[in-house]
């Protein structure tokens, strides 16, 4: 028995909207199988109206209320940011906080993949010098040392995989002291200590800036290396004012000496078998399209909960794209101190939107709606989708390191720069994003699967997303069959065996602080 030729999806009992399914979208006077007859044309991921809506009367997707209408609405009518009035923001007092069972789930045991085990106990998915910068003045001279790296010593040292430059805008013309500068100093000391880089660090500094290079290093353990002497930290800071420095050259051999030392240890590193629970994914949607919400985000919830119960680490962020949401996931914190915590977070970002003179109506972007969102309450209810059905365990500030197994929030903006450089300090070893506009972003430090919300946009980008999750608009796979293949998929790329196709074709965004503390 033939698909019918158009499909629009519902998505639950009580939603008076549909979303179109079909490439192209829908003409004027087109018939769905109820009889349903559009008035208008609709556009492929926008909403038709099921029934018909006047004035002021709510529309709900999700079975969510995602705002009422600004005109009549008749049935078979486009939905869209031009008719729907945004909401109020769910109230942060007297939410429902720990009330929510954990579901009944067996362990996932035997799962396995080939990682590099650090000394601090933590599991890298790639094997890569990271030169940390402590102010932007030297990122030029980062840039040209790291050329010089790649031609003259990486050949030589064939299980290293790559040299990053962890550059940045931070650093001098800041408020250094200031209450809200722990968050990109802390992001800059964290970053050093991703798994991926294997618990080495290098700082390549100025010399005068108020953010000493020396800052990035304290508080960090002496490391004993098995056949080597102890590293002391500071012997790995390098600041280019150094008197002892003649000339460009000779700070570039300095660089050079270090990073050479560096990479002899890391050399004699090698893949070996580890469980699934060293997995740290950091999970984020990027270019969002209505059927985030529908495909590729279900999927990675499924994926969320699979490898939690094998016992790994998941962290879903984007607290813009959480806060209309957040009725819905305090129910699922693991307890009341970690609600709060999730409530603690909400506050101080509306107070940061507030001195901004901004709300939470910047969000969506244009794309975004051209891709069907109506308004951030339909886009996070869409976004928080990815985090699965576990219960919460833990809440992290911005620039924090991750701290218990489980699912784990981690607060960040939703701008897709500055919540991966986020994910990337507080751990992740291996990122998953979904996309539904498309979007090239990759991160150098660590692979990022990319998965489209629809085939249109997979069969169009093919050598650019990764992993295709329209399927389960067009009814070939469910969102079970995608969530699995996709824990298979990461477990393959954290391996080495898969390449991503940001890796494969060296698209690597650079690192973006969050940084709420007055410029100076």
């Known amino acids: 028995m033939s698909q019918p030729r158009t499909r629009v999806i519902k998505v639950h009992a009580?939603?008076?909207v549909a979303i179109v399914v079909e490439?192209?979208?829908?003409?004027?006077?087109?018939v769905l199988d109820d009889g349903l007859v559009l008035t208008v044309p609709?556009?492929?991921?926008?909403?038709v109206t099921l029934e018909d809506i006047a004035t002021g009367e709510d529309i709900v997707r999700y079975g969510e209320v995602i705002g009422t209408a600004t005109a009549p609405i008749p049935r078979g009518g486009h939905v869209n940011e031009t008719n729907v009035r945004l909401p109020r923001a769910p109230a942060l007092h007297d939410l429902p906080l720990a009330t929510r069972p954990a579901p009944s789930a067996e362990p996932l045991e035997g799962y396995t993949f080939e990682g590099f085990r650090n000394p601090d106990g933590s599991v890298g998915t790639k094997n890569v010098l990271g030169i940390t910068t402590s102010v932007q003045c030297v990122a030029g001279t980062?840039?040209?040392?790291?050329?010089r790296i790649k031609q003259e010593l990486l050949p030589r040292f064939p299980n290293v995989d790559d040299v990053v430059g962890l550059n940045h805008t931070y650093g001098c013309g800041v408020a250094i002291n200031a209450p809200a500068a722990i968050v990109p100093i802390r992001t800059l000391k964290n970053i050093s200590l991703n798994p991926n880089f294997g618990n080495e660090v290098m700082v390549i500094g100025l010399g005068c800036e108020k953010l000493q290079p020396s800052t990035l290093v304290e508080d960090r353990p002496v490391k004993i290396y098995e056949n080597t002497e102890a590293a002391d930290p500071e012997a790995n800071v390098l600041s280019l004012q150094d008197e002892s420095f003649q000339g460009f050259g000779d700070m570039i051999e300095g660089i050079m000496a270090m990073a050479e030392r560096h990479l002899e240890r890391m050399n004699r590193r090698r893949?070996?078998?580890?469980?699934?629970?060293?997995?740290?994914?950091?999970?984020?949607?990027?270019?969002?399209?209505?059927f985030s919400g529908v495909t590729a985000n279900p999927a990675v919830g499924f994926a969320t909960d699979l490898i939690v119960r094998a016992g790994g680490s998941v962290m879903f962020s984007e607290v813009t794209e959480v806060r209309d949401a957040i009725h819905l996931l305090t129910p699922r914190t693991a307890d009341e101190t970690v609600g709060r915590a999730?409530?603690?977070?909400?506050e101080w970002y509306d107070r940061y939107l507030e001195g901004g003179q901004a709300d939470r109506s910047a969000n969506p972007s244009p794309g975004n709606k051209r891709g069907g969102l109506s308004n951030v309450v339909e886009k996070a209810l869409g976004s928080v989708i990815k985090s699965g059905t576990s219960p919460i365990v833990d809440v992290i500030g911005p620039g924090e390191r991750i701290r218990r197994k489980g699912l784990t929030f981690a607060a960040t903006p939703a701008s897709d720069f500055i919540c991966g450089t986020l994910q990337l300090a507080a751990g992740m070893n291996l990122q998953v994003f979904t996309t539904g506009r498309g979007t090239p972003y990759g991160l150098s430090m660590v692979p990022v699967i990319k998965m489209s919300t629809n085939s249109t946009l997979g069969q169009r980008w093919h050598?650019?997303?990764d992993l295709d999750a329209g399927r389960i608009a067009t009814g070939e796979a469910s969102i079970e069959e995608l969530g699995w293949e996709l824990f298979h998929l990461i477990l393959d790329v954290a391996s080495g065996r898969h390449q991503v196709a940001a890796d494969r074709l060296g698209l690597h965004n650079d690192l973006v602080l969050f940084n709420p503390a007055p410029v100076t």
């Open 14 to 16: 009580n939603d008076n």
């Open 23 to 30: 490439q192209g979208g829908l003409g004027e006077g087109t």
């Open 42 to 47: 609709i556009p492929q991921g926008h909403k």
């Open 142 to 147: 980062v840039d040209y040392v790291v050329s």
């Open 271 to 290: 893949r070996e078998t580890c469980p699934a629970s060293e997995l740290v994914v950091g999970m984020q949607c990027g270019g969002s399209d209505a």
């Open 342 to 346: 999730l409530i603690e977070q909400m």
């Open 463 to 465: 050598d650019l997303i």
